[in-house]
């Protein structure tokens, strides 16, 4: 994520939200009433734009190109697309319950980056991913957590802080974890502009893809997690 993209916020309050989430819900559950068209584990991709698949076409998204990939690599799993654009970890801690619909059989939670964004206390966003994450837990499924880079702007501490975040969750509830959302794009921000959209802020078709090429093996482990609690 670029410093100077902070003015890019998709922001999503009042009427759209709900409309936006009442329309997310609604496709979850026509999407668990024909779970024998997929594979026979179910993963919930819970996040905000960069797993909904903001400004890509639908086939060219995190969810589409990551189900490609475990279908390659021949697993029994469909990779259910629950993205809301503009989420942060509060809106994500509000919808967790009524989005572990009973046919969903594991979760892998990306979300935090509109926090940043925005300059939000990560110890907020901390105490909204426990309750994530103590859910998803709490109904029996395994996790992958996936880290945010967090940009400079506020200085080395927020960076550090929000960042270690993620390390400390994992460890502290025993999931999987995958330190950088975009990390396969580069370390140096000019580095990932190419795999960027003009917005440097979300990736692009084949920003997607060195992005499914990395998180895949972890979505494989998920799956074997998920597996073994059968």
Known sequence: MRNN???????????ARAIRKA????VLICMSSNASLAGSLRILAFGDSLTQGYGLMEADGLVPQLQ???????AAVTVVNGGVSGDTTA???ARIDWS?????????????????????APSEAKANL?????????????????????????????????????????????????P?????????????LVWMQSDGIHPNEEGVLKIVEALGPRVLELAEMAASKE
Do not use: C
């Not at 572990?100 to 939000?120: F, K, Y």
């Open 23 to 26: 329309a997310l819900a609604f």
């Open 91 to 93: 809106g994500g801690a």
């Open 180 to 192: 950088q959302f975009l990390g396969a794009l580069g370390q140096v921000p000019a580095e990932a």
């Open 68 to 74: 490609a990939w475990l279908n390659t690599h021949e």
């Open 130 to 178: 426990t309750k994530i994450v103590e859910a998803v837990q709490g109904a029996g499924l395994p996790v992958l957590l996936i880290g945010m880079q967090a940009p400079g702007n506020y200085g080395a501490e927020y960076k550090a802080e929000f960042e270690g975040l993620y390390a400390e969750l994992a460890e502290d509830y025993g999931t999987l974890y995958e």
């Open 5 to 15: 993209l902070l003015l890019h916020l998709p922001f999503s309050y009042g009427a």
């Open 100 to 120: 572990l619909s009973p046919d969903i059989g594991a979760v892998m939670i990306a979300l935090g980056g509109n926090d940043m964004l925005r300059g939000l």
